[in-house]
């Protein structure tokens, strides 16, 4: 079994900058990736960055690029989304989830973001 917990979600003022965490714990996959998605009330779940457990780049959604990076703390098992100049069009909740070849993603709980204008 797998657990995600997302934390570091809150309001902030555009402009500003929140760091998201996800920790994973119980089963560990070898070829696994995390991934941040987001849902906008009234909005389909949308891609937001991913990265490779064992190493490789991260990959952007071209509307966070420059702005979001996604790292990881393999030794922690947590991956962290550095989110600076934040725009009101990035209010949303935010989840993490681990990508596992031939399985569904692991979920995790979700955490808001919201930023004010």
């Known amino acids: 079994q797998v657990q995600l917990v997302e934390s570091g979600g809150g309001l902030v003022q555009a402009g500003g900058s929140l760091r998201l965490s996800c920790a994973q714990s119980?089963?560990?996959?070898?070829?696994?990736?995390m991934k941040w998605f987001r849902q906008a009330p009234g909005k389909e779940r949308e891609f937001v960055a991913s990265i490779i457990w064992s190493g490789g780049s991260a990959v952007y959604a071209e509307s966070v690029k420059g702005r979001f990076t996604i790292s990881r703390d393999n030794a922690k098992n947590t991956v962290y989304l550095q989110m600076n100049n934040l725009k009101p069009e990035d209010t949303a909740v935010y989840y993490c989830?681990?990508?596992?070849?031939?399985?569904?993603?692991?979920w995790g709980q979700g955490t808001q973001v919201t930023v004010s204008s």
């Open positions: 989830a681990l990508g596992v070849p031939g399985s569904p993603y692991y």
């Open positions: 119980g089963r560990t996959f070898s070829s696994s990736a």
